[in-house]
């Protein structure tokens, strides 16, 4: 039945062979057209594909038949998001979030569009919202932090760069953010062992 077809093109997504759960979803469809699961995880593997067209459209689908789908939402803002088209991205996160006031990636999505949009305050303020919506993601301090980086508020910056580090994130680039902030603050000390842990991971 649809539902088995499903469940196995959903195994090979989480295995990494997208074009295999692709051909399930297209059995699953056939079989159950009316199933707004069955268009959006068949657009998330498309989206894996970079395919974001394809997924726009599947995402567009979920939503015709469950209006209120606020995944389908996000992964459509996302699809835009990565095509460049952020007044659109922007329209649909803004929808995810009405659907869902405590969808903390759908708020840190926002601030990245903002970001894009070059609106930095509204980009910071989203990103505060969405640190302050699940405050173990490290992530969103790092967004907070790079905002107030490129706006040459250095020591907020190193405020937030610090609690991205103390939540746990890993990328080495943080480092480099990090010194250089120190450097503008004059705290040369501190920004010496920021830049050596930077040159250390390279």
């Given at each position: 039945n649809a539902s088995t077809i499903y469940s196995r093109g959903e195994t090979y997504y989480k295995e990494g062979k997208y074009?295999?759960?692709i051909n399930e979803y297209d059995k699953a469809i056939l079989m159950e057209p009316g199933n707004a699961e069955f268009y959006n995880s068949r657009g998330v593997t498309y989206y894996q594909l970079k395919k974001y067209y394809y997924a726009i459209s599947d995402f567009i689908n979920a939503i015709r038949l469950k209006s209120n789908h606020t995944l389908a939402y996000y992964n459509l803002a996302h699809?835009?998001?990565n095509l460049g088209d952020y007044d659109a991205a922007l329209e649909d996160i803004e929808t995810t979030i009405l659907y869902n006031p405590d969808y903390c990636s759908a708020l840190n999505l926002r601030g990245l569009i903002y970001n894009q949009k070059e609106d930095t305050e509204n980009a910071f303020s989203s990103f505060q919202e969405a640190s302050k919506c699940d405050p173990e993601v490290p992530l969103y301090f790092y967004n907070m932090?790079?905002?107030?980086?490129t706006d040459g508020d250095y020591e907020h910056a190193v405020s937030c760069f610090t609690k991205s580090l103390e939540k746990g994130y890993s990328s080495a680039d943080i480092f480099s953010y990090l010194g250089n902030s120190l450097d503008q603050l004059e705290e040369y000390n501190d920004a010496v062992e920021a830049h050596t842990k930077?040159?250390?991971?390279y």
């Open positions: 074009q295999e759960a699809s835009k998001y932090a790079y905002i107030k980086y930077y040159i250390s991971a």
